[in-house]
C-alpha cells in the first residue's frame, strides 16, 4: 500500500508529526512518503497513492493559508483514503472547524474521508512548554498514534459532524491571515546580535526575507510561520507586534522523549484554566486507547 503525508510545517512540529506518522504506517504494511510544502510547490499527483494524509498546524482555529492554498490546487482521485492529521498548542474543539474545507473537498472528490486526528505539540508563540508537559503530550500523542493506525488498518471511520459554531469562529479568526502581512513592516533585526548566516531568509517558506544592503527587509507575503525567529541561532530577530509571544530556540523532542529525569507528569501539579483544557482531550484518548489495546 502507498502512502503520502502532505504536510506544512512552520517551525518544524508537523514534520516530527509526519515522520512519526511515516515511521508507524512503514510498520503496518505501507510504504510512505512525507512531502512538505512551500509556497513554491506545485501540485503533484496523488493517482498512485492508496492513502493520502493532510497535516498542518492550526494558526488561530484555521488552517495556514499557505497549506489551504496548495490543498485548493490539488486534485482529489475518488476511491483513495484520506484522513487528517492535525496538530496544534491546545485542544480546544473550537480548532476543528480548521479542516471543514478540506473535508467538504475529499466528499466532494467521492474520496474514503477516514477521519481527522488532533494531536498536541507545543506553542511555537505565545509561551514556551516546559519540557516536562511536552513530554506528557508527546506520550499521547503515541497513543492517538496507535489508534489511528488501529483504526486505519481495520477499517474504522470517524463520523464528521460540522459545528456552524465553530465554523462561524474560524471564518471571524481568518482575520488574522491579514496579520502576517501587516506585522511583516514591524519585525526588526537587531544588528548587534545577528551574525548573518542567511538562515531566517534561505528558509523562510514564503521567500519573505530579502537582504539588501546587508539588512534584511521582510515582505507582506509573510505568513507568520515563526520560521524565522524561531530557528535565529541568535535569537536576533524580533517579531513586531507579537515580541511579547515570541518562542524561541527549537524543541528537541528527541532528548525531551529520552531522558529518563523527564517524568512527562506535569498536569497533575498544574491547574489553571488554560491547563484544565487538556485532562478532557487526554481522557478521551485513554479511553480509546484501552479499548483498543486492553490485553
Ligand atoms: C500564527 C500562529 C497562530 C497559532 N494559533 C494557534 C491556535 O489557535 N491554537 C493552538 O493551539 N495553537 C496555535 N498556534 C501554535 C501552533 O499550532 C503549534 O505550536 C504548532 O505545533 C506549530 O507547528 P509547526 O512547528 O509545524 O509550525 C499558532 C501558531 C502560530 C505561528
Known amino acids: 500500500m502507498e502512502a503520502i503525508i502532505i504536510y506544512f510545517t512552520g517551525t ?6 509526519a515522520n512519526k506518522i ?11 512518503i512525507t512531502y512538505s510544502i512551500d509556497s513554491e510547490s506545485k501540485p503533484i499527483s496523488l493517482d498512485k497513492y492508496d492513502l493520502i494524509i493532510f497535516s498542518y498546524p492550526i494558526y488561530a482555529f484555521n488552517m495556514p493559508i499557505i497549506f489551504d492554498k496548495y490543498v485548493k490546487k490539488l486534485k482529489f482521485p475518488a476511491n483513495k483514503k484520506y484522513l487528517i492529521a492535525k496538530q496544534s498548542g491546545e485542544p480546544l474543539a473550537l480548532n476543528n472547524s480548521s479542516s ?10 467521492k474520496g474514503d474521508y477516514l477521519g481527522e486526528y488532533h494531536f498536541l505539540l507545543p506553542y511555537n508563540i505565545h509561551f514556551r512548554y516546559v519540557d516536562n508537559f511536552v513530554k506528557e ?5 503515541e497513543k492517538l498514534l496507535d489508534i489511528l493506525v488501529y483504526e486505519l488498518t481495520h477499517g474504522i471511520k470517524l463520523k464528521f459532524r460540522k459545528n456552524y459554531l465553530y465554523a462561524l469562529n474560524s471564518f ?24 548573518h548566516c542567511n538562515k531566517c531568509m ?18 507582506s507575503t509573510c505568513i507568520m510561520c515563526m520560521r524565522c525567529s524561531f530557528s535565529c541561532p541568535k535569537d536576533a530577530i524580533k517579531i513586531g507586534m507579537l515580541q511579547k509571544w515570541k518562542v524561541n530556540g527549537e ?19 498544574h491547574k489553571s484554566v488554560f491547563y484544565n483544557l487538556f485532562p478532557k482531550k487526554l481522557n478521551e484518548i485513554d479511553k480509546k486507547y484501552r479499548k483498543y489495546f486492553k490485553k
Open 12 to 17: 518544524g512540529n508537523t514534520r516530527f508529526l
Open 22 to 32: 511515516k515511521a508507524k504506517l512503514d510498520d503496518n504494511s505501507y510504504h510512505t
Open 100 to 109: 471543514y474545507s478540506l473535508i467538504k473537498k475529499i466528499q466532494k472528490s
Open 137 to 141: 503530550l508527546l506520550n499521547y500523542d
Open 172 to 195: 471571524i479568526f481568518k482575520i488574522q491571515r491579514l496579520g502576517g502581512p501587516l506585522n511583516s513592516y514591524f519585525y526588526k533585526v537587531d544588528y548587534n546580535k545577528c551574525i
Open 202 to 219: 534561505n528558509n523562510c517558506p514564503t521567500k519573505s526575507i530579502d537582504l539588501i544592503n546587508n539588512k534584511y527587509k521582510f515582505k
Open 251 to 269: 524543541y528537541n523532542f528527541q532528548e525531551i522523549i529520552i531522558n529518563p529525569y523527564i517524568k512527562g507528569d506535569f498536569l497533575k501539579d
